[in-house]
């Protein structure tokens, strides 16, 4: 069901970074479900989480082990331990520790991870039978194993990677990511890991992942429904041999595109990506006075069932585009200045169907499988965008039969 | 698709209230798609009307009509006249303006009211045409013909009718609605026509109006789309024996509690009749600080895609509950306190799955057509409940197809 490019990239290996993948087992015995993540000593760490008041177990102790210079990282798919209480937090603590002592470390250093059907409990005896095996594989080279290891009902494996260049020294970034429903992340995706080599600091680190997890994670959207689980993580290694980036520079600019470069690609691959997706579209609100009003008005949109399903349709309604904008919430809109285009388009303006408008026009673009749709709210001077994707029967399928 | 018992009633006449109907042949020619109500001299009306910012051209003139006693509601299905800029305001007018002409009446005494697709100019010359036939037919007795006359992608007439006693006096109220799909109402629902031959003034009826149509038609949703057209009006010719009901009457909380009921039914009846729906689902949440608080966490489930489908699936997947509330907002939740039920069933206590729970208890529950989610916050003393429907194949196919 992927939508247009999803091509699995050349992951360039990350000095300092090594991932090694088992099968414990949890839901399926066919693939790898166990991906341990380790990172040299003296890495950086940065993480986003998301704000679900009921959060996961593993969200808990992974914020919490996060101030402990964490080196490993430990993911399970096939069960995401939420909505478990009391036994879910033991649960988590415990296969930190069976990690800890496969890798003679610390259970502090460890931050879990998983993702998969919510409320039933975490198999540890399986996670800790199939350990040893994922610790005995841990390379540079495996971002491909990884990248399989931690899908659910993903249709494709997600990656992302590239080379930058700081005073001469190549600095590398790669990640992936995994997530096909219960997405609307906030302050994360579902599972994001992202890796560098590059020295800097923890609290640059995750100045870099915070903004670039605002415009790129947080910026998508497929049901609406905000995980439990949601997690962004990016490790530096410091192992390039690039000097270390410290908040004047302007290599730190140069880092925090790279960041945001590679997570917006794992974020639009998460669309490309969404249940049932049919099509991709870029809602793009233009001249709004702020950044929460475009993102308000783009998220009205994008979650509207009856925006999708005529996308789905191919079906030009923009009738229902404009009732979402009316019912974005946004005080005291001028409708007869807003403007709405399907691509170059003009379908809305003076507040009704554009004079230069025809049906064949709209049903050309909606024909597409990548449509943009922008809505000019003539108040401001602020642009977000919000990728989303149409509403299928596909998605009611994979939904309805999820468990069984 | 219609969810449970949805029998039209015996519509009571009402003494005053005059409905007639005629074929415009304005979406289709098989069905009546024109109706007009006649108020007797002297009677009061109040209206509740949709917050949608892109509230359609005849909403807008219905809200200046109602300031000037109005006599004659004019509602066409199959067009909303909607996203149709100035020629819609236009339409509008005239579609007034020559009722008016018929009923030799003023152009101002006229409420006109639209619903079907939005963005196509109104037909105002084929109303023209079929309006006679509807005002020659103008009879007490049609409100069976006015209910069918106001569908659009409804699959049943809706219909509520009750008799009450004021001072030995009979009372009646009778009221009509549609609306299957962009449905949440804010204010008001699609559309929903009450009458009762109470003598009572505009303020008293609009305060009796405004206060049912909170607690009714602003506590369903079946898709979260909140349409440009919803309009709720309550009708009064004052034709009954019963004395006038004054604010300090018991007399009033009797009338406004058979306000209420009506609009309950109406409302309902919407839900049983949501696009695609094959269960009902009543959302409510009790013990919360205040009663945004408690629509807030309600809504949250009632439009959670991923909670729909499951009971679509009849799959008891509590966890998306769960991770619905989680996700709902509400500021500083103490989440151990939690519990959700299933009917009679604890499903989340402590903060996961409730010990008792068993997965045959969920599967019954969920196996029904109508089933109870109740959400105990533990933090007040409000309770909420809003009504929804699941997320099937056929809301997809529904509105995919809606405009072929």
Tied chains: 1, 2.
């Excluded at 177990?57 to 402990?68: N, S, T």
């Excluded at 331990?81 to 496969?102: F, P």
């Excluded at 005995?136 to 494709?156: R, V």
């Excluded at 993580?233 to 290599?251: D, F, Q, R």
Aim: net charge negative.
């Amino acid at each position: 069901m992927a939508v247009g490019n999803v091509t699995f990239p050349e992951m360039k290996k990350v000095s300092g970074i090594k991932l090694g993948t088992s099968n414990a087992g949890i839901k399926q015995t066919e693939r790898d479900d166990l991906v341990v993540i380790e990172m040299a000593e003296g890495a950086t760490c940065a993480g986003v989480f998301t704000q679900n008041a009921f959060c996961a177990a593993p969200v808990h102790i992974a914020k919490e082990h996060m101030q402990q210079s964490p080196r490993w990282l430990l993911i399970n798919s096939g069960n995401a331990n939420a909505g478990t209480g009391q036994q879910g937090m033991q649960d988590a603590k415990a296969s930190c520790s069976m990690l800890a002592a496969v890798v003679a470390g610390e259970d502090k250093q460890v931050l879990p991870f998983s993702t998969g059907v919510i409320g039933e409990n975490l198999p540890v005896a399986k996670i800790e039978k199939a350990l040893p095996n994922a610790v005995s594989a841990l390379d540079e080279g495996n971002w491909n194993q990884a990248a399989h290891g931690i899908m659910t009902t993903d249709t494709f494996a997600k990656g992302a990677s590239l080379i930058i260049e700081l005073d001469g020294h190549p600095v590398t970034l790669t990640g992936i990511s995994k997530g096909a429903g219960m997405i609307q992340p906030n302050m994360a995706t579902m599972l994001g890991f992202v890796a560098t080599d590059a020295k800097i600091s923890q609290g640059l680190l995750q100045k870099c992942l915070s903004v670039a997890a605002e415009q790129s994670f947080n910026r998508i959207t497929v049901d609406g429904d905000t995980s439990t689980n949601d997690a962004c993580i990016l490790m530096a290694s410091g192992c390039s041999t690039a000097p270390e980036i410290t908040a004047e520079s302007e290599n730190y600019s140069l880092f925090a595109q790279a960041v945001m470069d590679v997570c917006k690609r794992l974020a639009e691959l998460i669309v490309r990506d969404g249940e049932g997706a049919t099509k991709l579209m870029r809602i793009c609100v233009e001249q709004a006075e702020s950044n929460a009003e475009a993102v308000q008005v783009a998220k009205t949109i994008a979650h509207s069932p009856l925006v999708k399903t005529a996308f789905f349709a191919s079906d030009p309604n923009w009738g229902r585009i404009l009732a979402a904008v009316g019912r974005s919430g946004i005080e005291n809109m001028e409708l007869d200045k807003v403007e709405i285009y399907l691509d170059d388009v003009c379908i809305v303006k003076n507040g009704g169907r554009a004079d230069s408008y025809t049906e064949e026009q709209g049903q050309q673009v909606m024909n597409q499988e990548e449509i943009l749709v922008r809505v000019v709210l003539a108040r401001g001077k602020v642009m977000q965008e919000v990728l989303t994707c149409d509403l299928s029967y596909d998605y009611v399928k994979i939904n309805a039969e999820y468990r069984t």
